[in-house]
């Protein structure tokens, strides 16, 4: 006779089903690229200041140099990054296949490629460094910039984070760095929006105002009928006794 398993059992089985999934899940290296970020935002035809991002996924050695390549189809003429401690930083510069126009001036060198290497342990496991760099001017023809990074570890071993995300398709495994760019005009409504909305704001203030102090007029102005009524029908009631006596 066969035995039907207990729901305890079932219950053992199904939690230890999600505990495996829920490590799956945590061993997973999309949680952990280089990425990059703008401190407010990126507009088009403006500068930023964005700071690549990268944590260290391993857990037995440092991240101790971050290559970021620029790229040369919307080169960059100012590329300053902030300095670090702990890491030295190197800007180079090359001549662009083809001359480029940015806002009426001829570009022919461009930074293609920016470098930091740490001068002591690095990323340490568990850990994330940001390497913030002012870049500009954005380009205005453009919706997004890609910037091909390679990340070293101290053990040497190196991952190339350079896949570039497809329009409808899953997340490469190692995806490039990508920073959205915003359009002027988007950027402008938005800030014409929040000052209207203040505007509204403060009128509806002095109108809320203006309406309290009708209505304190108001009353005062009822009590003061009243209390001169009172007034007139105690002089009167006192004239009436006089009399009488």
Do not use: C
């Not at 930023?48 to 971050?66: C, I, Q």
């Amino acid at each position: 006779m066969k035995t039907m398993p207990s729901i305890k059992t079932s219950r053992i089985a199904a939690a230890a089903a999600v505990a495996g999934s829920a490590v799956l899940v945590l061993s997973s290296p999309a949680f952990a690229h280089v990425s990059v970020q703008p401190e407010g935002a990126a507009v088009k035809g403006g500068y930023a200041v964005v700071d690549f991002k990268v944590p260290n996924e391993r857990d037995d050695a440092s991240t101790t140099k971050l290559e970021v390549t620029f790229p040369t189809e919307h080169p960059l003429a100012s590329v300053m990054p902030e300095p670090i401690s702990g890491w030295t930083v190197k800007v180079t510069k090359s001549k662009l296949a083809k001359p480029a126009e940015m806002h009426g001036e001829t570009i022919t060198e461009a930074v293609t490629k920016v470098t930091w290497t740490a001068t002591g342990k690095g990323v340490e496991p568990g850990y994330f460094q940001k390497f913030p760099v002012s870049v500009g001017m954005l380009p205005t023809d453009a919706d997004q910039l890609v910037f091909k990074a390679l990340q070293t570890y101290s053990d040497k071993d190196v991952v190339r984070w350079i896949e570039v995300q497809k329009d409808g398709e899953e997340e490469p495994e190692n995806p490039a760095p990508t920073l959205t760019l915003t359009s002027a005009s988007a950027s402008g409504a938005t800030a014409e929006d929040a000052s209207d909305k203040t505007e509204t704001t403060a009128s509806d203030s002095t109108s809320s105002s203006a309406d309290s102090s009708d209505t304190t007029a108001r009353v005062l102005g009822v009590v003061g009928i009243a209390v001169g009524a009172a007034g007139v029908a105690y002089g009167v009631l006192a004239g009436r006794r006089r009399t009488t006596v």
